[in-house]
């Protein structure tokens, strides 16, 4: 094998820089040609490729976002939207591919990997809700931010005796939610893998009131309700006091990613191109136990998101 290519596709994440570059210098230190395919699967059936060497991903280790942006393509996901992209990597000699993002990304990956050209999916999505893997890349920077952004709206909270509902990402994935509550201390924890009672939760600020607290901190999952629709919910069960609401949006997404991060993508990232160099396609890189792993994709696409319940239970236990 000569020439190998890399693509970023689905929601950008921070980290995803690091995973390329660490892409493009294993490749290059291996005696590979890396190319760099702009814009995911879109670009991939326009043919927006270009040669990476060691120098062009430079000074990007530290830079949020993807130098090789990202886009959704309905038409890759047809027979002919693939057939098209095949014929660009045909056109320019690529012979194997590395896809670095989420579930949907690794759909793409199984179908090249199924017509001939061998795959490996690098999981980076900020939402930690990929199988197969204790982390993704992004979600601890995510998390970060998240966290960074819970101290700040705590300090509010207890200067004014006031409720905050703090709505963070997770559409299906509660990871952030459940994370940055933990760390955060909150006091309770609203995420799509775990039903709740309302009931509870106010419950469970009316304790806080009693024993003297000046602030209560929900964290909402977006995936759950809005945290306007979760206000409406908590005024409607019969909570009067002073709520407000904080949507933390797209600032979750990026920023420079963590050491953490950094660490994680480079590795996951040299990992994959051994596996193309060991002739490998259809697999998925992940670190578990931290130790580096593969699993086929085809495997991980099946398996459903889950959620650590121990963490769950002891966010619970220490925000009585
Ligand atoms: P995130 O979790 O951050 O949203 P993702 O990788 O799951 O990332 P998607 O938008 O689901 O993001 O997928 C990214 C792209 O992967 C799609 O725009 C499409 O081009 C391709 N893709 C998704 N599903 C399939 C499929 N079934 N077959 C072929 N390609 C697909």
Redesign the pocket.
């Known amino acids: 094998m000569k020439r190998i290519g890399v693509l970023t596709?689905?929601?950008d994440?921070p980290g995803m820089n690091a995973a390329v570059r660490a892409i493009v210098r294993k490749g290059i230190y291996h005696g590979l040609e890396v190319y760099g395919i702009n814009q995911?699967?879109?670009g991939l059936i326009h043919g927006n490729i270009q040669k990476l060497e060691a120098g062009s991903v430079g000074d990007i280790i530290q830079r949020g976002g993807t130098i090789l942006q990202s886009?959704?393509?309905?038409e890759?996901?047809t027979p002919e939207g693939?057939q098209k992209g095949i014929e660009q990597l045909k056109k320019h000699g690529i012979e194997a591919l590395v896809v670095i993002?989420?579930?949907?990304?690794?759909?793409?990956a199984k179908?090249l990997t199924e017509q001939g050209f061998n795959c490996i999916g690098v999981p980076g999505?900020i939402?930690n809700?990929i199988p197969g893997t204790d982390f993704t890349i992004g979600f601890d920077t995510a998390l970060n931010t998240v966290l960074d952004a819970i101290d700040k709206i705590r300090d509010t909270a207890s200067s004014h005796e006031r409720t905050f509902i703090i709505e963070v990402m997770g559409r299906n994935a509660g990871d952030i939610a459940l994370w940055s509550g933990l760390a955060g201390g909150a006091e309770s924890i609203i995420v799509p893998e775990e039903n709740f009672e309302m009931k509870d939760v106010v419950e469970r600020l009316q304790q806080g009131t009693k024993r003297g607290k000046r602030h209560s901190i929900i964290i909402v999952a977006e995936g759950v309700m809005s945290g306007n629709q979760f206000a409406e919910e908590l005024k409607k069960a019969g909570v009067t006091g002073d709520t407000r609401v904080s949507v933390l949006g797209h600032i979750q997404r990026g920023g420079s990613p963590t050491a953490f991060d950094r660490v994680l993508a480079s590795r996951l990232g040299a990992r994959a191109v051994e596996l193309l160099l060991e002739g490998k396609g259809g697999r998925a890189v992940g670190i578990q136990n931290n130790q580096l792993v593969d699993h086929d994709i085809l495997e991980i696409l099946g398996q459903p998101h889950t959620i650590d319940k121990n963490m769950y239970r002891l966010s619970k236990e220490l925000s009585i």
Do not use: C, H
Request: net charge negative; no cysteine; glycine share 26%.
């Open positions: 596709s689905g929601g994440a995911g699967y879109n886009a959704r393509s309905e890759f996901k693939q993002g989420g579930d949907g990304s690794y759909q793409g179908k999505t939402d809700d």
